[in-house]
């Protein structure tokens, strides 16, 4: 009976695992430029337009990401993403895909390559329904989209441009990744990233295409680095100095 | 008898939880740095990062474990370590680099109230990996059939692998039979100005089973005999 009882609960942990955050998670690597945030395998991304087949996205289609946020550094370290009371999502939107261009490498590998522009992104604070998702529970798009867009704007942007890098290798085993930059203007924490005046920042992270929840093209994770505030300096005469004055 | 109501009641709640489809299992997620040896880059990095004969390592912390590590994983920081990944064959054609690696490369897990963790520059060195190792040994993998890929067009690159789980603290909590079959896969991206100096990428990755649950046609009688 123990054993039925053993075996019973350990399947069901396994079942119905999900994302427990770590609050040890560092946020300073020591070079000045650190993470903003960051989530865990818990984004998901869906394309409208012509179907999605084997890693190629047709151009003109558009992208959506939907995740839960699993970490905060600063400026928003004040957040907690195992909020008892509140959950943190993001939602990427509006990403035209410019088209898959496959190109080989290796001995016998392929590379599907998409850019995607003219995105945006917002952050919300919001009632908890959707932070549990994992691949094995997530709703079908239309279903989980709500519970990822309710609640206020807390941070807001542009994704000025997405770049989706999906490899199959000489070996057969596919995998991804994504590289984009990004740039807050509104949402009530805006004011936090360089006084209002975010430049471009990089985000970046796991693209995995295998396998995906009903209705979605994959899985994600990754992390947004924050806006690197420095004014720019430059060298320069006193003469020059003097000829901006006059 | 009471007991076997509320097993079954158990029972019929998790299958009603869990949808038909059910995929993904997931194990944790990490994210750090990486570095190669002996070709640590000093100064510059050289292109491509890694060749044949070079060890890929990877050090960092995990920022999620599944919840099935509730009450099992403790307080403290969570660090990992990838090594032992000896490069075998080595492809650098039009711009896209494939590494392809020797079996038995090592994935570990330590949890250690020490809190101490410090990526330091130029690795190895005296506190990476050193700080990301102390501790207990939470939970360890075999890493077999790593891949690694980047391409330098797109400034961004991933590597794939195959993990089992074999050692630790806490590898009571995966039942045997669900201890291979996971798959430890990661981004690699540079130039990125949060690289310490002397690591190539910074990387973001997850321990996952992407295939759907696997299922087995079973008489009555041969599910009778598991619980005997």
């Known amino acids: ?246 | 008898m009471k007991r076997n109501a509320w097993l079954l009641l158990f029972a019929v709640t998790v299958a009603f939880a869990t949808p038909a489809q059910a995929q993904g299992d997931f194990l944790c997620g990490y994210t750090g740095f990486d570095f190669v040896v002996p070709q640590t880059p000093q100064p510059t990095i050289p292109t491509p990062f890694i060749t044949t004969g070079d060890e890929y390592r990877a050090v960092g912390h995990v920022t999620s474990f599944s919840s099935m590590f509730t009450g099992v994983v403790g307080g403290g920081e969570h660090t990992f370590y990838l090594a032992n990944a000896s490069v075998t064959s080595q492809s650098f054609v039009g711009g896209v680099l494939e590494v392809t690696f020797a079996p038995n490369a090592r994935f570990r897990i330590y949890e250690d109230g020490a809190n101490n963790a410090d990526y330091g520059v130029n690795p190895a060195n005296a506190t990476s990996p050193s700080t990301f190792v102390d501790g207990m040994l939470l939970l360890g993998a075999d890493v077999s059939n790593l891949v690694l890929i980047y391409d330098y067009n797109d400034n961004s690159g991933n590597f794939l692998g195959n993990a089992t789980l074999d050692e630790g603290a806490a590898l009571w909590v995966v039942p045997p039979s669900r201890r291979a079959g996971w798959v430890l896969g990661g981004q690699a991206g540079r130039p990125n100005a949060s690289i310490p100096e002397g690591y190539v990428n910074q990387i973001s990755g997850e321990v996952q089973i992407p295939s759907a649950t696997p299922a087995a046609h079973k008489t009555w009688g041969q599910i009778k005999t598991l619980y005997r």
């Open chain 1, 1 to 246: 009976m123990k054993r039925i009882l053993g075996t019973a609960v350990l399947s069901a942990l396994l079942a119905l695992g999900t994302f427990v955050p770590q609050a040890s998670a560092q946020c300073v690597t020591g070079t000045g430029v650190d993470i903003l945030l960051k989530w865990d395998a818990n984004g998901f991304s869906f394309e409208t337009g012509a179907p999605y087949t084997n890693y190629v996205s047709p151009a003109g289609n558009v992208l959506t990401n939907v995740l839960g946020v699993t970490l905060f550094c600063a400026p928003l370290s004040g957040l907690d993403p195992n909020d008892p009371a509140k959950e943190y999502t993001m939602v990427w939107s509006n990403l035209v895909s410019g088209g898959t261009v496959t190109t080989p490498f290796g001995a016998s590998g392929s590379k599907y390559s998409t850019v995607y522009t003219g995105g945006s992104f917002a952050l919300y604070e919001g009632p908890i329904n959707a932070r549990a998702w994992t691949s094995s529970t997530i709703p079908a798009p239309a279903i989980a989209l709500p519970g990822y867009l309710d609640g206020s704007v807390i941070l807001s942007g542009v994704i000025d441009s997405l770049t989706t890098t999906v490899t199959r290798s000489s070996l057969g085993t596919v995998n991804g990744s994504f590289r984009g930059k990004y740039r807050v203007t509104g949402g009530t924490y805006a004011n936090q990233f360089c006084a209002g005046n975010s430049p471009d920042a990089l985000m970046d992270g796991l693209w995995f295409p295998v396998n995906p929840p009903a209705g979605y093209t994959g899985h994600n994770n990754g992390k947004f680095d924050a806006p690197d505030c420095t004014t720019p300096t430059q060298s320069t005469t006193w003469g020059r100095v003097k000829t901006m004055y006059r």
